[in-house]
């Protein structure tokens, strides 16, 4: 029996109650965790080779990052979906994926299935994008689009919500956007972009054995194409974007002792009043470290007092160089020990506070 008759007893399956589809092995799915696992390897082994932590490994390798987006590099949109931040995040996605990809895969056939899943990865990161600043990398937008497709067997097929698979599917799609919105590092908007992106894309494209009408199929990817270049346009025109993007040229500007354009870029940032306490730790922080090194230390310092208020590490770090320069160097001492005593294994920190003894 080919593949055909098999999808279209499958479809006769499911006309009546659920009974998965036996049609061909998931070799999609199975070649999706092979990649994963590939790239975890390469970006540990990068850490390993160049002694630095998986993050940096990732950034390199090509983590969502908004402001390296903002400045063109797209294709951090597509490539976090096959990086992981360690190895129990790759072992969570990995289950995942083995747990939900072979229903899809066998339900969907294998050529749809993988758009699902990269749509549902794009999508993801795009939400991501346009509604949070912090770097990630994973799976999981990838993986809620498998989720989001089985919604449509759900839609499609009214018996399977009342069966246990379907109470079953929505009840792990509840659970996981709970547990997100309630533990920080957690990308929830990307969970919620793929879950929609999956959904939208599976409508678009049907089962295995469906034949999609062309005017339906043509709204379902004008809603896929519109929310992805609408999350794009308001990613890059977001106050939170726009000012990380700032505060990155500006790092840029300071490592190249750029002082005048850091000291710029940074007050370029202030004027938007953000409330966001990440941005404006990090604009403390320049704007601190600027102005010291262009020799106005009083501004700087009450910049640094700002900066204790909401990162004491840092703030600490940097009214102990204000003191260093202003030759106070009992004062100096103190804020940086404190800094080290938040951070006892920065070097800088240690060194200064072996000289000053």
Not at 25 to 37: D, E, F, H, R, S
Not at 178 to 191: C, E, K, M, Q, R
Not at 205 to 221: P, S, V, Y
């Amino acid at each position: 029996m080919d593949d055909q008759e098999q999808y279209y007893q499958a479809e006769e399956a499911f006309n009546g109650e659920l009974v998965k589809p036996q049609i061909v092995k998931p070799l999609i799915t199975y070649a999706l965790l092979g990649i994963n696992v590939i790239m975890f390897l390469l970006t540990y082994g990068y850490s390993l080779l160049n002694k630095v932590d998986i993050n940096y490994a990732n950034y390199i390798f090509g983590e969502k990052v908004n402001s390296l987006i903002m400045q063109g590099e797209f294709w951090r949109l597509f490539v976090p979906i096959f990086l992981h931040g360690g190895i129990m995040h790759l072992a969570i996605n990995s289950y995942s994926l083995y747990a939900v990809g072979p229903t899809v895969e066998k339900i969907f056939g294998r050529r749809k299935f993988l758009i699902i899943y990269l749509i549902g990865g794009v999508t993801g990161n795009i939400a991501s994008f346009l509604f949070s600043i912090n770097p990630s990398v994973g799976a999981s937008g990838a993986i809620f689009g498998l989720m989001g497709a089985l919604l449509y067997l759900l839609q499609k097929n009214k018996g399977v919500i009342k069966s246990s698979f379907g109470t079953s599917l929505i009840v792990i799609i509840v659970i996981n956007l709970v547990y997100g919105f309630s533990n920080t590092g957690i990308d929830n908007f990307a969970h919620l972009g793929g879950l929609v992106g999956g959904f939208l894309s599976a409508s678009a494209l049907g089962f295995a054995w469906e034949r999609r009408k062309d005017n339906k199929r043509i709204i379902f990817w004008l809603m896929i194409l519109c929310l992805s270049l609408g999350g794009l346009y308001f990613g890059f025109t977001s106050s939170n974007n726009v000012s990380t993007n700032l505060l990155d040229q500006a790092s840029k500007s300071f490592g190249n002792h750029d002082y005048n354009k850091t000291e710029e870029l940074a007050h370029r940032v202030e004027k938007l009043g953000l409330n966001n306490n990440g941005i404006k730790a990090d604009m403390y922080y320049l704007l601190a470290a600027s102005l010291i090194n262009q020799g106005a230390p009083q501004q700087a310092f009450e910049y640094a007092q700002k900066l204790v208020e909401i990162d004491a590490k840092r703030g600490h770090y940097i009214l102990g160089v204000y003191y260093l320069n202003t030759k106070n160097n009992t004062l100096a001492k103190q804020e940086l020990q404190k800094a080290y005593d938040l951070d006892p294994g920065n070097t800088v920190i240690r060194d200064i506070l072996s000289k000053l003894k």
